[in-house]
C-alpha cells in the first residue's frame, strides 16, 4: 500500500514538473509585436519586437516614443514648444545672442557638422534658406526664383554655426543663417532609439523611422531581419530582400516627396551648387552600421555621380550603395549584394 502510494507521488510530481516546463517555455517563446506611429517627423515610424510579454513591448514602444517626441521637438524648424529651445528658436534667435540649449541639439548639430565635412558639403545642415524657399514651393506648387535661390545661397556657409565648445550654446554669425535638420533628422533619432532599446536588453528589433530602418538581433527562428528596396520604375523592387543584422539601411528617393508644375516633377533633395532637385538617379539606399550617418550619406549620395559616390565611399569598409536610375538599371558598390538575400 505504501509503496503504491509513493509511487503514485512520484508519477504526479513528474506530471507536474513536465507540465511547468511547458508552461515556462510556452511563455518563454517570444512573440512579435508592433506599433506605428503617425506624429512624429511628417513621416510614419514602427517598431517591431519579439518580446516574450506585452508588458515588455508596452516598455519598448513608451521609450521609443518619448525619443521621437523629444527629438521631433528639438528638430521641428516650424513650430516653438513651452520650454523648449528648438531648432526654429535658434532659426529665429541665434544671430541676436549666443543661445543656451540642451546637450542633445548640441550633439545633432556638431553631428551636421562632421557630415558636411564628411559629403564635401553635399549634405549641408545649414542650406535652409535655401530649401526653406523648396518647402514653400512644394506648398504652393509655384517655383522659387532662380534671383532668391542665389541670394539665400548666400547665407549656408555652416562655419556661421558657432557652438561653444561644451556644446551648451549656440550662435549664428550670418543674420540669415537657417538650420534644417531633414537630411539627417531620422537616421540620427533612429540611431538614438537603437542605442537606448538595446541599453534597455531589447534583444530583437526592427525600427523604421520613414525608411530609415535599423535592426538588432535575429528573429526567434535565427534568421536575419529583412528590408526591401522599392523600384519605381517597375512597381516591383530589388528582387531579394536585405539582410539588416546589424545593420542601417536608408534609402533617399526623389519619388515619393514632389510636386508638379508644366508636367515637370520636383522633388526635395537639392544640390548644394545648382540649387536645384538633382535629377541624376531615382533613389541611393546606403546600409551601414550606423543609421545616422546612413541618412548624411543617402542625401550626400544623391546629389553626386556614382563615380563621386564610390570615391566617397571607398575608404568606408563597412558602408555599401545601391543606385537605382530612371531606366530601372542599378549599381552597387562590391559588397552590396553580399547582403542580399534571394528566394530560391
Ligand atoms: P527623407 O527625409 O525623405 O528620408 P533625405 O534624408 O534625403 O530624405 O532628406 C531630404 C530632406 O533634407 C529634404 O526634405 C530637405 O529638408 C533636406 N535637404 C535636401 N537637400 C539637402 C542637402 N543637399 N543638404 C542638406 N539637407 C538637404
Ligand atoms: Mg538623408
Given at each position: 500500500m505504501k509503496k503504491s502510494y509513493t509511487r503514485?507521488?512520484?508519477?504526479?510530481?513528474?506530471?507536474?514538473?513536465?507540465?511547468?516546463?511547458?508552461?515556462?517555455?510556452?511563455?518563454?517563446?517570444?512573440?512579435?509585436?508592433?506599433?506605428?506611429?503617425?506624429?512624429?517627423?511628417?513621416?510614419?515610424?514602427?517598431?517591431?519586437?519579439?518580446?516574450?510579454?506585452?508588458?515588455?513591448?508596452?516598455?519598448?514602444?513608451?521609450?521609443?516614443?518619448?525619443?521621437?517626441?523629444?527629438?521631433?521637438?528639438?528638430?521641428?524648424?516650424?513650430?516653438?514648444?513651452?520650454?523648449?529651445?528648438?531648432?526654429?528658436?535658434?532659426?529665429?534667435?541665434?544671430?541676436?545672442?549666443?543661445?543656451?540649449?540642451?546637450?542633445?541639439?548640441?550633439?545633432?548639430?556638431?553631428?551636421?557638422?562632421?557630415?558636411?565635412?564628411?559629403?564635401?558639403?553635399?549634405?549641408?545642415?545649414?542650406?535652409?534658406?535655401?530649401?526653406?524657399?523648396?518647402?514653400?514651393?512644394?506648398?504652393?506648387?509655384?517655383?522659387?526664383?532662380?534671383?532668391?535661390?542665389?541670394?539665400?545661397?548666400?547665407?549656408?556657409?555652416?562655419?556661421?554655426?558657432?557652438?561653444?565648445?561644451?556644446?551648451?550654446?549656440?550662435?549664428?554669425?550670418?543674420?540669415?543663417?537657417?538650420?534644417?535638420?531633414?537630411?539627417?533628422?531620422?537616421?540620427?533619432?533612429?540611431?538614438?532609439?537603437?542605442?537606448?532599446?538595446?541599453?534597455?536588453?531589447?534583444?530583437?528589433?526592427l525600427l523604421n523611422l520613414g525608411g530609415n530602418t535599423v535592426a538588432h538581433g535575429t528573429k526567434p527562428d535565427g534568421t536575419s531581419w529583412l528590408a526591401g528596396i522599392e523600384n519605381p520604375t517597375d512597381g516591383k523592387g530589388l528582387e531579394g530582400s536585405v539582410e539588416l543584422s546589424e545593420y542601417a539601411l536608408v534609402t533617399s528617393g526623389s519619388y515619393q516627396r514632389y510636386f508638379t508644375v508644366d508636367g515637370t516633377k520636383y522633388h526635395h533633395i537639392i544640390h548644394p551648387k545648382t540649387l536645384y532637385p538633382e535629377n541624376y538617379c531615382l533613389s541611393v539606399s546606403v546600409l551601414c552600421p550606423d543609421s545616422a550617418v546612413a541618412d548624411a550619406l543617402s542625401t550626400a549620395l544623391f546629389t553626386m555621380t556614382v563615380e563621386d559616390g564610390m570615391e566617397l565611399l571607398k575608404h568606408r569598409e563597412d558602408t555599401e550603395a545601391l543606385w537605382l536610375f530612371p531606366d530601372g538599371s542599378i549599381q552597387t558598390t562590391d559588397g552590396f549584394m553580399n547582403h542580399v538575400k534571394t528566394e530560391n
Open positions: 503514485y507521488s512520484i508519477a504526479f510530481l513528474l506530471l507536474l514538473s513536465m507540465l511547468l516546463s511547458c508552461l515556462t517555455s510556452c511563455a518563454r517563446k517570444p512573440k512579435k509585436f508592433e506599433t506605428t506611429w503617425f506624429d512624429y517627423f511628417d513621416s510614419f515610424s514602427q517598431l517591431t519586437v519579439y518580446a516574450e510579454r506585452q508588458e515588455e513591448f508596452d516598455e519598448y514602444a513608451a521609450t521609443c516614443q518619448s525619443i521621437l517626441k523629444e527629438y521631433h521637438q528639438l528638430l521641428d524648424i516650424y513650430y516653438e514648444y513651452d520650454g523648449v529651445v528648438n531648432l526654429k528658436t535658434l532659426n529665429d534667435l541665434a544671430d541676436k545672442e549666443p543661445l543656451a540649449i540642451d546637450e542633445k541639439l548640441g550633439e545633432f548639430l556638431l553631428f551636421g557638422k562632421e557630415m558636411h565635412q564628411l559629403t564635401g558639403g553635399a549634405t549641408n545642415i545649414a542650406m535652409g534658406s535655401v530649401l526653406s524657399l523648396w518647402h514653400h514651393a512644394r506648398e504652393t506648387e509655384i517655383l522659387p526664383e532662380k534671383e532668391a535661390l542665389l541670394e539665400a545661397n548666400e547665407h549656408t556657409n555652416i562655419d556661421d554655426l558657432k557652438l561653444s565648445e561644451d556644446g551648451n550654446f549656440v550662435l549664428f554669425s550670418d543674420d540669415q543663417l537657417k538650420i534644417d535638420a531633414g537630411a539627417l533628422g531620422k537616421g540620427f533619432v533612429a540611431e538614438k532609439i537603437a542605442t537606448e532599446l538595446k541599453a534597455n536588453g531589447c534583444q530583437s528589433f
